[in-house]
């Protein structure tokens, strides 16, 4: 199984802040990797598919990056909201795992 | 709107088999595939397999093959996900989610989540 490591797994940040989470892939997985939000007690939101491309309907504020074992979410402005944990996944070969999430806090 | 109901909670005790339910609306079930995956409490979701909405084919993951069965009744807009053998490590929350039929690989939409306590 391919596996996904984030960091960092928490994090503390301000309004207005720019935030980067990484995820790094045990091995290759080119740039099938996908990111989601989840807020306690919801189920995740897809954000980000192909390691950069924006879902429809999510702030343009999120960005995403990277290929082979290195990929990175950015978030170039927090808002309020945006406190939550996120997740990478991947989606090169079975069975589809996640990164352990990072939790991002509100400083 | 797109839209994924699934059933309520369930507590099962050790060795019970649990059928969870989603349906689909604001779209077509043939025109997608559906995904169940699971998350235990403070764990990154775990994937367990896939239908295609359109010709009922699915996949597991090899975590669950044997326990796993995943089925639809496309007049009823609903999948299926029975989990047999079930232990208090399976305790968890439950979610379907969507995907396309060509089998992107993620999932653009869920459903609200289904928990299953497993407990003596």
């Known amino acids: 199984d391919i596996q996904l490591t984030q960091s960092p797994s928490s994090l503390s940040a301000s309004v207005g802040d720019r935030v980067t989470i990484t995820c790094r892939a045990s091995q290759g997985i080119g740039r099938w990797v996908a990111w989601y939000q989840q807020k306690p007690e919801q189920a995740p939101k897809f954000l980000i598919y192909?390691?950069?491309d924006l879902q429809s309907g999510v702030p343009s504020r999120f960005s995403g990056s990277g290929s082979g074992t290195d990929f990175t979410l950015t978030i170039s402005s927090l808002h309020p909201e945006d406190f939550a944990t996120y997740y990478c996944?991947?989606?090169?070969?079975?069975?589809?795992?996640f990164g352990q999430g990072t939790r991002l806090e509100i400083k | 709107q797109v839209q994924l109901v699934q059933s309520g909670a369930e507590v099962k005790r050790p060795g019970a088999s649990v059928r969870v339910s989603c349906t689909a609306s604001?779209?077509?079930?043939?025109?997608?595939?559906i995904h169940w995956l699971r998350q235990a409490p403070g764990q990154r979701p775990e994937w367990m397999g896939w239908i295609n909405g359109d010709n009922g084919k699915t996949k597991y993951s090899e975590n669950f093959q044997d326990r796993v069965t995943i089925s639809r009744d496309t007049y009823a807009s609903t999948v299926y996900m029975d989990l047999s053998s079930l232990q208090s490590d399976d305790t968890a929350v439950y979610y379907c989610?969507?995907?396309?039929?060509?089998?992107?690989?993620?999932?653009?939409?869920w459903g609200q989540g289904t928990s299953v306590t497993v407990s003596s």
């Open positions: 192909s390691a950069s």
């Open positions: 996944q991947q989606y090169n070969s079975y069975p589809i795992t």
């Open positions: 604001g779209f077509s079930l043939s025109s997608h595939t």
């Open positions: 989610a969507r995907d396309s039929i060509y089998l992107w690989l993620w999932f653009d939409n």
